[in-house]
Structures are given as structure tokens and as C-alpha cells.
């Protein structure tokens, strides 16, 4: 393999908790490409990589990081991939996307691998093993294997001795998009998946072994449902009582389908503070779980809002009483600091 080999295809997204793994785009796109709310994929279509395709990736990510070892020899650090050396390939043309990637990689330990795209689930079972051993052959350091997936295809499309399988060869958490626990919401933003079939392929990874995170998005239900999208949303995390429970906070584009809804008058998008109140109801309704609650994105108002379940329901919901609490003017100046990456939490007002 050449130096002109040493490529491999990077996908559009990972998830905030991968932003220091290896991306290892397995499939292109996403299978389903319907959600109102979602504009990644749109006009894409979803195809499968092959084994031998994502196998020469995973071997030009290794060619990359034995180049990078021995840059840090020749640096004089020993082969360990130091703040030096990753300052080294990110300052010098010679390096590349890919060499950044895989430095950066190596500097936080080389330890997790994200497999893009949207639902690495889908590949038939024993390719995805195969990929799995080939990366744990190449990269034996490897602890953490991740993906995102639907939870149609784990309710419909893998059966519980597969998902132990793909759990044994190294599949140790999937990401799944939630996004609402309520039937009505959940067909139209075209989901694609009822209420049933969240419980359902939810609880199937969890009893695999296989540690889950489930995002919900709040303001999805508007300001005509937003009552009904926590409620049931709470309902359906109780029933699958998942490993993270990860909040996003819904931004409108004007490439999603949902902005057209919106000029038509059809979705009334909340305000910042509806949909604090929004959360609070969600929060207050989840019972008998014990996942850790996170609010790892940007957009999320109020980011210090994190804990593990039950212990920290009642400070949450201080947090937020706490917040809602304050003057109106208090509250939008928050708003505005945080929208502006000035704050990130309320202590920084
Ligand atoms: S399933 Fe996920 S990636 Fe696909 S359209 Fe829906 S939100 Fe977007």
C-alpha cells in the first residue's frame, strides 16, 4: 500500500460523546431518511460497504498510525503519541484529514471506534463481526466499539443471539434516536418506528449486554404536543430503562422537511423556556430507572443539567425550578449567552 493509499472514508456525524474515537464509516447514509426533523442524509441514498472495503480502511488507519509512532521516534518521545507530536501533524502539510484524525485518536488513549452512519445495524450480522475481529486484530489496544442504529432494526431486525454475538466480537454501545416515546409525534416527524418498537429494540440491546443511549429531542412535540411528547416519552424510557439518557434540544433548518410545516402553520416551534418546562415534566416522569441523564450537546439551555437516576431526579428538578425562578430578563439574557457560546452554565452569568 502505497502513501497514497493511506485514506479512509470519514462520514458527516458522530455523536458528541465520539468526538476523540476513530470514525469508521461502515455503511454510507442512512436507511430510512424520512424524519421531518433530520437534513444530514437528505438526497443521499444509503448504500453498504463491503467487509473488504471497510477492511482496507481499518488497514490504512493502521499503516497511519504506525507512520505516527514513528514520527514520535524520530521526535524523540518514544512512539507515544504526545501534545507535541499531535501538534506536530496538525501543524505540518505533509499530514493530511486522515493523519489528523488518527493522531488525535491515538493522543486520547486510541481506545474507542465509532462505526458510521446512521444505523450500522442494518449489515448482515457476520459482516459486522468480521469487522469487528479484523479491528480488534489490528488495533488490539481497542476497548470501546459504538454505533448508531435504529430501534426498528434491533426490535425487527436482529434477534437477541445476534446482538449477543455482535456484543461478544466487540459491539459495546449503540446511540439510538428515541427522539419521542409518543405514537401520534412519532409518525408525524416520520420516524418510522412506534412507541412499541422503541421498547422493544431498546430493551433487546440492554439485555444483550450491549450499554444503550437513547436521545430524545425536546420542543419536538411543538407548542401544541409538547404535554403528550414528555409524558409518553417518559413512559417509553421507563420501560427500556437504557444506560444514557441523552437530551437534544430541537433547531429548525430550513434543508428539514419540519420548516416547511412550520410556514405552513402546521408546527409551532416553543420558546426556550417552554421547553424547560417541557424537560421538567419529562424528568419528573421517569421512574424506576437507574441511567445516567445527560445534556451533552450545545444547544442544550441548561447544560449542567446531568445526573444519575433516581439519586439526582429531585437536584434536577431544583435546576431547573432554580432557573425558572429567575426574572424574565435574567432568563433571556441566559438565553442569548448561551446561544452566543458565552456561557455554559448559569454560574457564568
Ligand atoms: S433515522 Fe436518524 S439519520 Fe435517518 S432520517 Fe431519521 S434522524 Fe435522520
Known amino acids: 500500500m502505497g502513501r497514497e493509499n493511506l485514506t479512509f472514508e470519514i462520514g458527516p456525524i458522530r455523536p458528541p460523546s465520539e468526538a476523540s474515537s476513530f470514525l469508521l464509516r461502515v455503511t454510507r447514509n442512512c436507511t430510512w431518511n424520512k424524519?421531518?426533523?433530520?437534513?444530514?442524509?437528505?438526497?443521499?441514498?444509503?448504500?453498504?460497504?463491503?467487509?473488504?472495503?471497510?477492511?482496507k480502511d481499518i488497514e490504512a488507519a493502521r499503516r497511519i498510525a504506525d507512520e505516527i509512532r514513528s514520527l514520535s521516534w524520530r521526535l524523540g518521545y518514544g512512539g507515544d503519541v504526545a501534545r507535541e507530536v499531535l501538534q506536530y501533524v496538525f501543524s505540518s502539510p505533509r499530514y493530511d484529514e486522515h493523519f489528523r484524525s488518527i493522531a488525535l485518536w491515538l493522543y486520547f488513549g486510541g481506545k474507542n471506534?465509532?462505526?458510521?452512519?446512521?444505523?450500522?445495524?442494518?449489515?448482515?450480522?457476520?459482516?459486522?463481526?468480521?469487522?469487528?475481529?479484523?479491528?480488534?486484530?489490528?488495533?488490539?489496544?481497542?476497548?470501546?466499539?459504538?454505533?448508531?442504529?435504529?430501534?426498528?432494526?434491533a426490535?425487527?431486525?436482529?434477534?437477541?443471539?445476534?446482538?449477543?454475538?455482535?456484543?461478544?466480537?466487540?459491539?459495546?454501545?449503540?446511540?439510538?434516536?428515541?427522539?419521542?416515546?409518543?405514537?401520534?409525534?412519532?409518525?408525524?416527524?416520520?420516524?418510522?418506528?412506534?412507541?412499541?418498537?422503541h421498547v422493544e429494540g431498546g430493551r433487546k440491546v440492554v439485555e444483550a449486554g450491549i450499554e444503550l443511549?437513547?436521545?430524545?429531542?425536546?420542543?419536538?412535540?411543538?407548542?401544541?404536543?409538547?404535554?403528550?411528547?414528555?409524558?409518553?416519552?417518559?413512559?417509553?424510557?421507563?420501560?427500556?430503562?437504557?444506560?444514557?439518557?441523552?437530551?437534544?434540544?430541537?433547531?429548525?433548518?430550513?434543508?428539514?422537511?419540519?420548516?416547511?410545516?412550520?410556514?405552513?402553520?402546521?408546527?409551532?416551534?416553543?420558546?426556550?423556556?417552554?421547553?424547560?418546562?417541557?424537560?421538567?415534566?419529562?424528568?419528573?416522569?421517569?421512574?424506576?430507572?437507574?441511567?445516567?441523564?445527560?445534556?451533552?450537546?450545545?444547544?442544550?439551555?441548561?447544560?449542567?443539567?446531568?445526573?444519575r437516576l433516581p439519586e439526582d431526579k429531585e437536584k434536577m428538578l431544583a435546576t431547573i425550578d432554580s432557573f425558572l425562578s429567575h426574572p424574565k430578563e435574567e432568563k433571556l439574557n441566559y438565553c442569548v449567552g448561551r446561544w452566543a457560546v458565552k456561557y455554559e452554565e448559569r454560574e457564568d452569568m
Open 213 to 307: 443511549s437513547e436521545y430524545v429531542i425536546l420542543g419536538l412535540g411543538g407548542k401544541r404536543w409538547w404535554r403528550e411528547h414528555a409524558t409518553e416519552t417518559a413512559k417509553v424510557l421507563n420501560e427500556i430503562n437504557p444506560h444514557f439518557i441523552r437530551i437534544r434540544t430541537l433547531m429548525v433548518l430550513p434543508q428539514m422537511p419540519l420548516y416547511r410545516k412550520i410556514e405552513e402553520g402546521d408546527f409551532v416551534l416553543q420558546s426556550e423556556e417552554e421547553m424547560i418546562v417541557e424537560e421538567r415534566l419529562l424528568i419528573e416522569g421517569l421512574d424506576g430507572i437507574t441511567s445516567t441523564f445527560l445534556s451533552d450537546h450545545i444547544l442544550n439551555l441548561l447544560g449542567e443539567l446531568e445526573g
Open 113 to 153: 471506534v465509532f462505526f458510521q452512519d446512521a444505523n450500522s445495524l442494518v449489515m448482515k450480522t457476520s459482516d459486522l463481526v468480521e469487522i469487528l475481529r479484523f479491528l480488534k486484530e489490528r488495533f488490539p489496544q481497542v476497548e470501546r466499539v459504538t454505533s448508531y442504529a435504529r430501534s426498528r432494526t
Open 35 to 55: 424524519c421531518l426533523f433530520c437534513h444530514i442524509y437528505k438526497g443521499k441514498r444509503f448504500e453498504r460497504r463491503s467487509v473488504e472495503e471497510v477492511k
Open 155 to 197: 426490535a425487527k431486525g436482529k434477534s437477541l443471539q445476534e446482538l449477543k454475538e455482535l456484543r461478544e466480537a466487540g459491539l459495546t454501545r449503540l446511540h439510538i434516536g428515541l427522539e419521542s416515546g409518543w405514537d401520534f409525534l412519532l409518525q408525524y416527524m416520520k420516524k418510522g418506528v412506534t412507541a412499541k418498537e
